[in-house]
């Protein structure tokens, strides 16, 4: 009986360091919760992670290098950096209790300033181009836009009837934002007031990503969005009409436009990961099947990182 036990033994031995060696070689973070943010910092260099246990900070692309950064705060939803990479915000709060926004520091995390202001968990920030301004977007319905150094909001809007999970910034000032309403409102930043309600879609608004490199088929900078309905929907903003849309096998979580403004990098709740032809919406080409994916970003050299579950994978 000891000698089938010790038997046992080697190989649950030989089986963790088969798995340890796999993970190794296939370049992957893990960490101890489920990562819900994610970002990288603005020359690139290193991978930022937000869970329940705080942030999570790791040498891009080996993904090494591991340091942890507890924080006050039961969840985070949304991390990104200011223009000029010198700031970084972090967002989340309690559920049904408070949202809470942090201004800090980078690269020494130090905390410079909190907001508590709204009433439910923040699930998305964004910054403007200048770097002096930020909208964030909350379970709560609000979505409020505030100053660099001021101590609260200077405008709040509230156009969505329930829980608001998306925000960017357009090129021209103004803000869109989109949610469980099944609606993506673009607004002004200075007066809080909608200038379009754009209704398409027939399922909640899980993801905005506005197209910052503007292709030359489009014209003018298109607004992506994916929805509950499994679509993703591309949008002309500037007069709230929509150009083309995609129909997915499962639910589209997580959008990234590619380097060059052509493509668009989709990931579905079932982990498998698309490259969408923006323009010719051919067969969607598939960069990757795993687990479920739940943030995907893309480098400035052009290369992805993607997260599923608790561990973040470098997508060749």
């Known amino acids: ?24 070689h296939l370049n992957v973070a893990t960490a101890q919760s489920p990562i819900t943010a994610l970002t990288f910092s603005a020359d690139s260099q290193r991978v930022i992670a937000g869970s329940q246990h705080g942030l999570m900070m790791m040498d891009w692309p080996r993904l090494d290098n591991k340091q942890i950064k507890p924080l006050e705060m039961d969840s985070i939803h949304d991390v990104s950096f200011s223009p000029d990479g010198r700031h970084l915000l972090v967002a989340g709060g309690s559920p049904g209790s408070v949202g809470v926004v942090q201004l800090r520091s980078w690269p020494d995390l130090e905390l410079i300033r909190s907001w508590s202001e709204h009433q439910d968990v923040v699930y998305a920030i964004a910054w403007r181009a200048d770097g002096q301004e930020w909208v964030s977007s909350s379970w709560d319905g609000y979505c409020r836009v505030c100053k660099i150094d001021a101590t609260a909001s200077h405008v709040t809007m509230k156009s969505h009837s329930g829980p608001v999970f998306a925000a960017t910034y357009l090129s021209n000032g103004q803000i869109a934002t989109a949610g469980a309403d099944r609606t ?5 930043s200075a007066s809080g007031l909608p200038s379009k309600v754009l209704r398409q879609p027939i399922g909640a608004v899980h993801a905005l990503a506005y197209q910052l490199v503007v292709h030359a088929k489009n014209g003018e900078p298109l607004l992506a969005s994916a929805s509950e309905d499994r679509t993703v929907r591309f ?30 990098l989709v990931g579905c709740d079932d982990g498998t990961v698309f490259q969408l032809d923006a323009i010719t919406l051919t067969h969607p080409e598939i960069l990757h099947q795993g687990e479920s994916v739940m943030n995907l970003i893309i ?11 608790s561990s973040i994978k470098k997508l060749e």
């Open 299 to 309: 480098v400035k050299d052009g290369a992805a990182c993607l997260t599923e579950h």
């Open 184 to 188: 993506i409102v673009v607004w002004d």
């Open 235 to 264: 949008w002309q903003p500037s007069i709230g009409r929509m150009v083309r849309f995609q129909r997915f096998k499962n639910t589209p979580r997580s959008i990234a436009w590619t380097q060059d403004g052509s493509g668009l």
């Open 1 to 24: 009986m000891k000698n089938h036990r010790h038997c046992f033994d080697l190989y649950r031995f030989s089986i963790g360091v088969w798995v340890a060696c796999l993970v190794a």
